[in-house]
């Protein structure tokens, strides 16, 4: 369906699957396009690429570095002016094959696939979610949604042990999948709580 008028934000939207995205959404004629990602060299050149896809569409770049939730939190407030969002989609995750991942913390003490994957997309969530509520009351047709995209290997994690986030893990494939595991269970709980809004999860692969 056609996106006409309507504000998206897309995170990780300058790796694979999230230049994808945005690049379609583009096509369908949304207002604005918010989209983070570390790198502004990559993200001029996604920009010129939906230049040539969808002229009209308004693309702005948030610089965002999810091993840091005091940069989330500065760069969503700071940069993110806008009065609607009807569509939130996270899309930025470590990866599942990504060593550097098993024996890292965040700048915050975390480890590095529970900060980046679970805790920065829940702040990021709670940042905005005034703003989703306020587009979801404003009409009945708003149709506001959060996309969490995770991984079918959230199905291999029995449950997330909060406890050990705080330590460095040689078991890079059970941190990964309790990470994802805890996106589900996170996006789960936002469709109950806030039924104004569609909360979904898209596995890839």
Known sequence: PKLLGKIILITGA??????????HLCTLSPAEIYFTSRSPTAA?????????LA????LTHIHLDLTSLLNVKKAITTHFRNTRLHLLICCASTNAK?????NSLTKDGYERNMGVNYLSHA???KLLLPTLLRTA???PTADVRVVMVTSPAFRRASGVQFAKARRITAEHAGSYAESRFAEVVY???LAVRYE???AVTVLTG
């Open 44 to 52: 001029r050149a996604l920009i010129a690429r939906a230049a040539v």
């Open 187 to 189: 996006n789960s709980a």
């Open 55 to 58: 002229p009209l569409v308004v």
């Open 14 to 23: 300058t790796s694979p699957l999230g230049t994808t995205t945005l690049l």
């Open 137 to 139: 009351e404003s009409r």
């Open 123 to 125: 702040l990021i969530i």
């Open 196 to 198: 104004k809004i569609l």
């Open 98 to 102: 990504d060593t550097l991942s098993a």
